[in-house]
């Protein structure tokens, strides 16, 4: 009897998960155009189109629960009960621009877009980005009437050439990874199709993403661009491209982005898409990645392969940089006096959040790198004083020539999947 009770409840509290979003969401994606703007003292958000896609293709459950704090959040309230019934994290350029000595004495703007379901009933919009120490800095609410005329309705009609490189078990579940075209004329196709072939076999000779290969869709979207390559700033070469990205991002030469999002998900529009990796086609080394936003990396270098995991790690899974350098372009985005909520990185001051569990009994905290054959997961410091610890000496998220994730970045890979698909 009480078995039968318990598979009952179980039931009904699984049929109850599968009702929320048909409850409060259509199958169609609200997509929210914003400007952040500013400098370090002052920072801005300003909306600036609010449109709508056919189809919706991200996750339909764990809808009022982020895997990830992020660097800011957006949330949807349904505006009769204000309860909160989607919210889901991101990381920004403009918040990496922001710990740059030109955002000292500089205000400049970036685009971003977030794609969220599309509601049925009017709701409450925040737009939440957070300080280095994770508190809460900048807001901007808004409301939205579904019915709103001036909605844009996008992807309808004229989408982008596109095919499924990789195909899911089952749709409802998947996760879906579009490649987009940079720097690709017409007539170089092929070249960027092999590309695509290239990076998805790649990820998946990595653990975990090779256990959960069911669980994932990939299509190439053949996004072509007037010139061939990319542009190089600080050669004077400025290419037209189909999202225009550049390197020298922040004056930093291997930066490779771009901060035409408006552009980038236009060519999206109609393709069902959550994840976004773009391929460059240059052979100089580079690229970056930021997560829930786009992974950008060159396909012509030697170590595209190895480039093309690593800036995935970022985008998809939110995972931080375990090498360090003084005086780093980004270093300032990291803050002793909190704990990142980066998985794979940590300051020690919530290390129980992070991976504690993981250790053998009497692992040292810190573990001294002379340790590192006794403990293969421990806690090392990244660089000599910086007090940012990594669990392992050698990862995908340090080097190239490291073949895989290291032990704890696979959990947190592995958690943030079923996250999305259990």
């Known amino acids: 009897m009480n078995k039968l009770f318990t598979l009952v409840t179980l039931f009904c509290v699984c049929l109850l998960q599968a009702q929320d979003f048909n409850q409060y969401f259509e199958q169609k994606t609200l997509r929210l155009d914003y400007i952040f703007g500013g400098n370090l003292e002052d920072q801005y958000i300003l909306l600036d189109e609010v449109s709508s896609y056919p189809q919706w293709a991200g996750r339909i459950h764990n809808l009022d629960k982020n895997a990830l704090k992020g660097n800011g959040q957006v949330r949807i309230y349904d505006a009769k009960s204000e309860t909160l019934i989607y919210t889901n994290s991101f990381s920004t350029l403009f918040q990496e621009w922001l710990s740059t000595e030109e955002a000292t004495k ?10 969220v379901p599309f509601p049925k009933e009017k709701v409450t919009i925040e737009l939440v980005l957070f300080d280095m120490n994770g508190k809460e800095k900048t807001k901007l609410v808004q409301y939205v009437d579904p019915s709103d005329i001036l909605i844009h309705k996008k992807g309808e ?5 596109h095919e499924y490189v990789h195909k899911a078990e089952d749709d409802s579940k998947a996760i879906n990874v579009v490649f987009v075209a940079e720097g690709f004329k017409e ?36 996004s072509p661009s007037i010139d061939s390559g990319v542009s190089v700033p600080r050669e004077g070469d400025w290419k037209k491209t189909a999202v225009e990205s550049n390197f ?24 069902p898409y959550e994840h976004i990796i773009i391929l460059a086609n240059t052979d100089v080394y580079g690229g970056g990645g930021i997560y829930n936003s786009y992974t950008l990396t060159t396909t012509g270098h030697k170590d595209f392969k190895p480039v093309v995991v690593h ?10 940089d375990e090498y360090f350098y003084p005086n780093d372009v980004l270093s300032d985005l990291i803050s002793n006096a909190s704990e990142p909520w980066e998985q794979n990185i940590t300051t020690l001051v919530d290390f129980d959040s992070k991976w504690k569990k993981m250790l053998k009994k009497g692992t040292p905290i810190p573990t001294s790198t002379k340790d590192a054959k006794k403990y293969s997961v421990g806690v090392y410091e990244g660089l000599e004083g910086n007090r940012i610890y990594k669990g392992a000496l050698d ?12 032990p704890v970045c696979q959990n947190a890979i592995k958690e943030l999947i079923e996250f999305y698909t259990k």
């Open 157 to 161: 009609h004229d989408v982008t050439k």
């Open 395 to 406: 990862c995908r998220m340090k080097t190239n020539q490291y073949s895989e994730f290291c």
């Open 106 to 115: 500089a205000t400049k703007s970036f685009e971003n877009v977030f794609l």
């Open 248 to 271: 020298d991002t922040f004056y930093s030469q291997r930066y490779l982005t771009t901060n035409r999002i408006k552009k980038l998900h236009d060519i999206l529009a109609g393709i």
């Open 311 to 320: 800036e995935f790690g970022h985008s998809f899974a939110g995972l931080g």
């Open 187 to 222: 007539g170089e196709m092929d070249k960027f199709m092999e590309a695509v072939h290239v990076s998805v076999e790649q990820l998946f000779a990595h653990d975990p993403f090779s256990q959960f290969s069911a669980n994932f869709n990939f299509i190439a979207v053949q």
